[in-house]
């Protein structure tokens, strides 16, 4: 267990906690956190890419010109790929894009995203983010506060904080997401990730 500074809104150290080193404190696997990433990348895609082969454009039923005699090439249908108006060669069909990786690898990749970032000293621990009511300019004020404005920052919290999710979300370089979201590309796609204790426990209950 290691000891890790909880900051306030104000951005004044408020408390300490200890941070469980099956989670916050193992070498990271890159190679894991790697094939994690591009599996979630390629599971987004939608795969939906198509263009139309000689067979599905219109047109094309009869040879443009007889076979011998022309001195030009021969030539059997105007929708061949050569053609202007032809179809495509080769061209993209729809597919699935999706790729597959085991439950211990998604959780190895987490604890070592995880882990980095508390190497890194990109990790902010707050005692809390409620929100009476929706307010960027408070969530913008609290970024100042924490010493992340200005950095791509993801920041997770309860799924039912809704004031807080609605405070950050116009704000440029900033992702806000509920505990249940939390993902490997979420994680580390940030220069600061800002997290409750609250939040950090469950984190901490699902991965150990």
């Known amino acids: 267990m290691s000891k890790y500074a909880i900051k306030n809104v104000e951005g004044a ?25 591009v599996c979630q990348d390629a599971c987004k895609r ?15 039923g009869a040879k443009p010109y007889r076979q011998k005699g022309t001195g030009r090439a021969r030539q059997g249908s105007i929708r061949a ?4 108006g032809g179809g495509v060669i080769f061209g993209p ?31 902010v621990l707050v005692d809390s983010l409620d929100f009476e009511k929706p307010s960027t300019k408070q969530a913008v004020a609290v970024l100042n506060a924490l010493g992340v404005a200005g950095k791509r ?3 997770v919290v309860d799924d039912e904080a809704v004031n ?14 509920g505990v249940s979201e939390a993902n490997t590309r979420y994680l580390i796609d940030n220069g600061a990730l800002v997290m409750t204790t609250d939040v950090c426990k469950k984190l901490e209950e699902v991965l150990a």
């Open 46 to 60: 939608q795969g939906t890419h198509s263009t139309k082969n000689r067979h599905d454009v219109s047109g094309g």
């Open 164 to 177: 807080a999710y609605l405070s950050f979300r116009n704000i440029e370089k900033v992702t806000i997401i």
């Open 93 to 123: 069909t729809p597919h699935s894009h999706a790729k597959r990786v085991n439950h211990k690898m998604v959780k190895v990749a987490m604890r070592g995203v995880l882990s980095g970032k508390v190497a890194d000293g990109e990790l």
């Open 13 to 37: 150290q408020v408390a300490e906690t200890e941070l469980a080193d099956s989670v916050f404190g193992i070498e990271p696997n890159i190679s894991c956190i790697h094939q994690v990433v």
């Open 81 to 84: 790929g050569q053609w202007t």
């Open 153 to 155: 920052v993801t920041v």
